[in-house]
């Protein structure tokens, strides 16, 4: 049976398509099986020649039921469902779909109030901070922000995704025969966060293209936050 996680959330712009592809491009790079599925009535499908994992178009409710079922149906898979803005109905329905739920935020104050919200409307939800600074001024000024309004929230907010800016590449209708190794890196990152967090085994082999953790952000010299130390899954439930 495959494992389902929603990237969803009230406010647009916070990254929530990129996020469920680099997911998918992160899982296929750890050797995970998985499938983007659209939901984002505003949004066309994407190609799945050249990925590493299978797209589908899911913007009705009846051939999401249909995907859904289908996925369910495969062991060992992961589906990733791109949520839209502006739909709390929808966000509800695939909450309750979901093993894994995110809810991605940019350092706007705007997003992080919103985000606030939807952390108490959905429990179980994860906030991910995405398209983080990787200026050192801009990301020590990000994450007071985060200390400041999420502070109650702090074991519910994942290690950031910084700004990538060829992830959206990701997003093309066909996507690019070869990807730079910073995103590369940066899918597998996000893929490994997400797979730990549910406690789920993936092929871990040591790359020579593969950053240190203390690179992913461009050096910046500032330490990550404590309240950037995910829980365990079972402890959030």
């Known amino acids: 049976?495959?494992?389902?996680?929603?990237?969803?959330?009230?406010?647009?712009?916070?990254?929530?398509?990129?996020?469920?592809?680099?997911?998918?491009?992160?899982?296929?790079?750890?050797?995970?099986?998985?499938?983007?599925?659209?939901?984002?009535?505003?949004?066309?499908?994407?190609?799945?020649?050249?990925?590493?994992?299978?797209?589908?178009?899911?913007?009705?409710?009846?051939?999401?039921?249909?995907v859904m079922d289908k996925l369910r149906g495969l062991e060992g898979w992961m589906g990733v469902i791109d949520g839209g803005a502006n739909r709390t109905d929808m966000d509800r329905h695939l909450y309750k779909l979901a093993d894994l739920v995110l809810l991605p935020f940019r350092?706007?104050?705007?997003?992080?109030?919103?985000?606030?919200?939807?952390?108490?409307?959905?429990?179980?939800?994860?906030?991910?901070?995405?398209?983080?600074?990787?200026?050192?001024?801009?990301?020590?000024?990000?994450?007071?922000?985060?200390?400041?309004?999420?502070?109650?929230?702090?074991?519910?907010?994942?290690?950031?995704?910084?700004?990538?800016?060829?992830?959206?590449?990701?997003?093309?209708?066909h996507m690019p025969e070869t990807l730079p190794t910073p995103l590369s890196n940066a899918c597998r990152r996000l893929a490994r966060q997400v797979l730990d967090l549910m406690d789920l085994a993936y092929d871990d082999v040591a790359d020579m293209e593969e950053e240190s953790r203390e690179q992913a952000c461009a050096a910046t010299g500032v330490a990550p936050p404590e309240h950037y130390e995910p829980m365990p899954l079972a402890a959030a439930a």
């Open 107 to 173: 350092d706007s104050h705007e997003d992080m109030r919103t985000v606030v919200r939807d952390l108490e409307m959905f429990p179980r939800a994860w906030a991910l901070p995405t398209q983080w600074p990787t200026n050192p001024w801009a990301r020590e000024a990000a994450d007071r922000s985060v200390t400041q309004l999420l502070g109650p929230w702090q074991q519910r907010i994942l290690e950031p995704v910084c700004a990538v800016s060829s992830s959206k590449l990701l997003l093309q209708k």
């Open 1 to 66: 049976m495959a494992e389902i996680i929603c990237v969803i959330g009230n406010k647009g712009g916070t990254g929530k398509t990129t996020v469920s592809h680099m997911l998918c491009q992160g899982f296929g790079l750890l050797g995970q099986r998985s499938a983007c599925v659209l939901t984002d009535l505003g949004r066309e499908p994407l190609a799945a020649e050249g990925r590493r994992y299978l797209t589908a178009d899911a913007r009705s409710r009846e051939v999401l039921a249909k």
